[in-house]
């Protein structure tokens, strides 16, 4: 019998062994001195084809690094097991893992392009209260519009704001817009405040990932609890017990039962609000925003996709004023946007996207975040 054949229990035969005292891994003749993480060692200790999902879920998940431990150990025992004239597929194994960590993930990120909402038009009822439409305007340069209009008065009609989660000197955790519709079981709901820390460099280096300690900039209140103070120059959507909207200036009169701040208020009393001053107004970028009838019994969630070229470039503070003006609004504040544009729905197979969101350029990839607005209603029919 073969001394040499391959041992089961690790992926592609690989004989690895743990010292258990350094947590370094050994090959067949001698220890190869590379420590590595638990989950990593997880990884290693299973067959073949479970390690190529591995594989293919963390470079998905930015752990790139980790692909490239595993398949450096492997091709290190492989390559010493042939040494003894073992016969392993090692150009097999190659390609196999090449196709996991580069081909997987390609086919992946082709695959999110296509899930994106079509440029058709689309008006439909939700839930009960609550509407949708979708609209795509090709001039002065594609992009996609997606308006969603409220009934505050009707029926099981019920708001909530992310509550806080406090972790040492931090507020709350992020988390993505369809994650806090799972966590609740919310109908429908957007991304929200502007908050920090936040970074983002690349698909590798961005903060905050999800369940990471973050802070709301300007006023937050959940179920009549506030956890986040007011500040000068932002504006924030306050919500009554009784369900009726308000956009104010900094802060929301006693008794509000759900606030979340935003930026800055760009309609008021029907028209342009909109500070000269500021030159991101100019640029385009993707979009949230919130506006409010003048009674508060009615409001509008607006996202704008952008930052996809030839789908959707975004558009200027200016052109979002228009598109709100439009739809009657008396009220608008300016949410958090960016890579934080989210505008998520509850359905039957779990929470999916109504818009295209993008995060580190990925598209449909939603970005975890501080806070955010959602609404529990009855089913349409």
């Not at 994650?179 to 919310?186: A, D, T």
Request: aromatic residues 8%; contains cysteine; proline residues 8%.
């Amino acid at each position: 019998m073969n001394r040499h054949r391959r041992r089961r229990g690790t992926p592609c035969g690989c004989p690895l062994a743990r010292d258990r005292e350094s947590k370094e891994f050994r090959g067949w003749a001698g220890w190869q001195k590379l420590p590595v993480e638990p989950e990593i060692e997880q990884a290693i200790s299973i067959p073949a084809p479970s390690l190529i999902l591995y594989l293919f879920q963390s470079s998905l998940a930015n752990r790139a690094s980790e692909a490239v431990i595993i398949i450096k150990i492997c091709i290190r025992n492989i390559r010493k097991l042939v040494n003894f004239r073992t016969k392993i597929p090692l150009k097999r194994f190659l390609i196999t893992a090449t196709i996991a960590v580069v081909g997987l993930p390609a086919v992946s990120y082709g695959g999110r392009y296509l899930s994106r909402p079509p440029h058709t038009p689309l008006q439909k009822q939700l839930f009960q209260g609550i509407t949708y439409k979708r609209e795509f305007r090709s001039k002065p340069r594609p992009f996609m519009i997606h308006v969603v209009t409220i009934d505050l008065t009707a029926p099981g009609i019920v708001v909530l704001v992310t509550p806080a989660k406090p972790s040492g000197k931090y507020e709350t955790v992020a988390i993505t817009t369809s994650e806090f519709i799972s966590n609740f079981k919310l109908q429908l709901a957007i991304n929200g405040s502007y908050f920090y820390p936040f970074h983002s460099n690349g698909a590798f280096d961005y903060y905050p990932h999800r369940g990471d300690p973050v802070n709301v900039i300007g006023q937050a209140i959940s179920n009549g609890i506030p956890y986040s103070p007011s500040q000068p120059g932002v504006g924030v959507l306050c919500f009554s017990a009784d369900n009726r909207a308000q956009i104010r200036k900094e802060s929301c009169e006693k008794g509000t039962a759900q606030a979340l701040a935003g930026m800055e208020i760009f309609v008021r009393g029907g028209k342009p609000a909109l500070p000269g001053n500021i030159n991101s107004h100019n640029e385009l970028y993707p979009r949230t925003a919130v506006a409010t009838d003048q009674r508060g019994e009615k409001m509008w969630l607006v996202v704008i996709d952008g930052r996809q070229p030839d789908y959707s470039e975004g558009v200027t503070m200016s052109e979002l004023t228009d598109i709100v003006m439009e739809l009657g609004a008396h009220t608008a504040l300016n949410l958090d946007g960016g890579g934080s544009t989210a505008l998520v729905a509850a359905g039957f197979w779990g929470p999916h996207s109504l818009n295209a969101p993008i995060h580190t350029r990925i598209p449909m990839r939603q970005r975890p975040v501080a806070n955010h607005l959602g609404f529990y209603a009855p089913p349409a029919f």
